[in-house]
C-alpha cells in the first residue's frame, strides 16, 4: 500500500486531455512538500516530468502540466499522443516516516 | 549526458546477502545526494535508502530495511553501493538508484534503468 495514492489505471484518445491524481495527507503533501512526477516508459528508466509541483524541466513539452492543492497533486496531459502511453508516478517528501514516499503509479492507455 | 548504470542483481536464497552497483557518468558524483528507490512485483516504489553528498558521512534508511541494508559510496570511483543482508522473500524488486537534487524534499532528477533482485529458495 502506498502512502500516496493514484488511480492504478487511465485513458483517453488521441488529442484528449486526462488527469492524473495524486493524494496524501497532512504529513506530505498537505504538510506544503512539495510534489514530483516521473514517466516510466516500458524498459527504460524513470525521467522527472514536473518538480516543484509545477515546473516543467527543459525539454518536457508543456503538454504536461501539475497542480496542487491541499493534500492533494494532479498531472495533466493534454492533447495526448501514443508515445504518452507509460507508467506515471507522484513523488512527495513525508516528515513523519522522515523520507521520500511515491504514489503506487499509474498506468496511462492511449487508446 | 548524465548516466546512472546499477549492477549487481540476481536470484539470491532468504538470509544471503547481495551487492549492488550504481555506476555514475556525466556529472560530479561526489557533488550529490544518491538514493536507492526499490519497486516490488504488483507495488509501487518504495524508498529504500540515501547517502549524503561529498563524504557520504550520512545515511538514512526505511524501516523495512534498517539493520540489514548499508548504503555506501566511492566517490573516487563514482559509484554507489547497497550492501543487503540477511535477505527475504520481500526485498525482491527492481531496484534503482537515483540522484536528488539540492536539499531532502528535492526531486530525483535523475534514475538507472535498475537491477532485479530475486529472494527465493
Known amino acids: 500500500q502506498s502512502v500516496l495514492t493514484q488511480p492504478p489505471s487511465v485513458s483517453g484518445a488521441p488529442g484528449q486531455r486526462v488527469t492524473i491524481s495524486c493524494t496524501g495527507s497532512s504529513s506530505n503533501i498537505g504538510a506544503g512538500y512539495h510534489v514530483h512526477w516521473y514517466q516510466q516508459l516500458p524498459g527504460t528508466a524513470p525521467k522527472l516530468l514536473i518538480y516543484?509541483?509545477?515546473i516543467r524541466p527543459s525539454g518536457v513539452p508543456d503538454r504536461f502540466s501539475g497542480s496542487k492543492s491541499g493534500t492533494s497533486a494532479s498531472l495533466a496531459i493534454t492533447g495526448l499522443q501514443a508515445e504518452d502511453e507509460a507508467d506515471y508516478y507522484c513523488h512527495s517528501y513525508d516528515s513523519s516516516l522522515s523520507g521520500p514516499v511515491f504514489g503506487g503509479g499509474t498506468k496511462l492507455t492511449v487508446l | 549526458q548524465v548516466q546512472l548504470v546499477e549492477s549487481g542483481g540476481g536470484v539470491v536464497q532468504p538470509g544471503r546477502s547481495l551487492r549492488l552497483s550504481c555506476a555514475a557518468s556525466?556529472?560530479?558524483?561526489?557533488?550529490?545526494?544518491m538514493h536507492w528507490v526499490r519497486r516490488a512485483p504488483g507495488r509501487g516504489r518504495e524508498w529504500v535508502a540515501v547517502i549524503s553528498y561529498d563524504d557520504g558521512s550520512n545515511q538514512y534508511y526505511a524501516d523495512s530495511v534498517k539493520g540489514r541494508f548499508t548504503i555506501s559510496r566511492d566517490n573516487s570511483k563514482n559509484t554507489l553501493f547497497l550492501h543487503m543482508d540477511s535477505l527475504r522473500a520481500e526485498d525482491t524488486a527492481v531496484y534503482y538508484c537515483a540522484r536528488q537534487m539540492t536539499t531532502v524534499t528535492s526531486p530525483f532528477d535523475s534514475w538507472g534503468q535498475g537491477t532485479l533482485v530475486t529472494v527465493s529458495s
Open positions: 556525466g556529472f560530479t558524483f561526489s557533488a550529490y545526494a
Open positions: 516543484g509541483n509545477s
